[in-house]
Nanobody
Framework: QVQLVESGGGLVQAGGSLRLSCAASGPTYRRYDMGWFRQAAGKEREFVASISWSGDNTDYANAVKGRFAISNDNAKNTVYLQMNSLKPEDTAVYYC???????WGQGTQVAVSS
């Protein structure tokens, strides 16, 4: 089993910033590529960003390119999502996911007020 625990969500005004963290642990944890996804109320879960385990490769949804940055610290088994210039449409529950595995975090709420 692998446990993924997100933190860092909250309420912020438009134009503000938040930094999400996802800490991984568990006896079967290995070198997963990691991703962030989000799900707004009444909508399907969507891809936000991903990073290879090495950190060499990243990918972003068009909606967040230039505003969000994904990074990792393998010594801490932690993935981060720095979110800048937040917009009300970024409001959602954000989940981290070990790509290619069944492991998801419980989610952290991000709310952006206009």
């Amino acid at each position: 089993q692998v446990q993924l625990v997100e933190s860092g969500g909250g309420l912020v005004q438009a134009g503000g910033s938040l930094r999400l963290s996802c800490a991984a642990s568990g006896p079967t944890y290995r070198r997963y590529d990691m991703g962030w996804f989000r799900q707004a109320a009444g909508k399907e879960r969507e891809f936000v960003a991903s990073i290879s385990w090495s950190g060499d490769n990243t990918d972003y949804a068009n909606a967040v390119k230039g505003r969000f940055a994904i990074s990792n610290d393998n010594a801490k088994n932690t993935v981060y999502l720095q979110m800048n210039s937040l917009k009300p449409e970024d409001t959602a529950v954000y989940y981290c996911h070990s790509l290619g595995s069944p492991y998801w975090g419980q989610g952290t709420q991000v709310a952006v007020s206009s």
